[in-house]
């Protein structure tokens, strides 16, 4: 389980997390949703340690994260935006990231295999199109069989047939114990990927319910169609204060 208590960063002036408070239960899925520049990734690179918040509190089954990454054990990362040196093969980058860990014996190499990587081993990085690039990272947040998966617009620059394989190995992994925090801007991927939905804007959360609720409350079937009421509703409150 992750909470994440009283969080606040600022860029600068800019401040991009605004007193966050949220938890992320064992097992369970969320989708985290919210336009642009709302403080979505800076959250995610807060929980890895990657952003160091100004104020607040990040626990990880208990245990503060501060000055401690052995937590980062547990957990698989796909980055938004994917960095890897350039003149490495897509091989080697899958080498160098096995030999980190000590215990290889539960590897999931489900995704290098369907996604074909294994065929472009000797392809260099900076040759890659976006959506292989992506693939690599997928792939890579899924090798270790990690119990908290972070995937940041994992979708995003997919091929069809790629989203598809990704989307069906989410769904096959889900139920596994697992904890799933995914962003996306798709909102029928989250609706059948995720069972909870955080809504952030301009770094703070507006709302954090499950979907079902969230369905529930606004008589709509579709996701997007229930957040999309959900915040005009905030609108017309806002606007009688
Ligand atoms: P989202 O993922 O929701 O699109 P981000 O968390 O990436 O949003 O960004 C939130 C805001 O913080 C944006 O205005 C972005 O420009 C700014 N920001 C993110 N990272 C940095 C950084 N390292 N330095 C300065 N500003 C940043
Ligand atoms: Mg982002």
Redesign the pocket.
């Known amino acids: 389980m992750i909470t994440v208590s009283n969080l606040g960063k600022k ?1 600068g002036k ?1 401040e ?1 997390l605004k007193s966050i408070q949220v938890d992320f239960n064992h097992g369970s899925s969320y989708a985290m949703i ?1 336009p ?7 959250l995610i690179k807060c929980i890895l340690g990657m952003v160091i918040p100004d104020t607040g509190i990040i626990t990880v089954n208990g245990k503060p994260i501060a000055n401690d990454w052995s937590y980062r054990n547990l957990i698989g990362y796909m980055p938004q935006i994917g960095r890897y040196p350039d003149q490495m093969k897509i091989g080697q980058i899958f080498d160098m990231i096995r030999d980190l860990r000590q215990d290889q014996s539960h590897m999931d190499e489900d995704l290098i295999r369907e996604f074909k990587l294994v065929q472009m081993r000797d392809k260099r990085m900076h040759t890659l199109s976006g959506g292989t690039r992506q693939k690599v990272s997928a792939s890579l947040a899924f090798l270790f069989n990690p119990r908290i998966m972070i995937l940041d617009e994992p979708t995003a620059g997919l091929d069809p047939i790629a989203v598809e394989i990704l989307k069906e190995k989410i769904l096959a992994e889900k139920n596994k114990d697992r904890t799933f925090l995914i962003t996306s801007h798709i909102m029928s991927d989250l609706d059948e990927l995720t069972s909870n939905v955080v809504y952030l804007e301009e770094g703070r959360i507006l709302f954090n319910d499950t979907i079902d609720l969230l369905k529930e409350e606004t008589g709509e079937v579709k996701l997007g169609k229930a957040i999309a009421s959900v915040m005009k509703r905030n609108l017309k409150d806002a606007e009688k204060v």
């Open positions: 860029f800019l991009v919210g642009n520049g709302s403080g979505k990734t800076t």
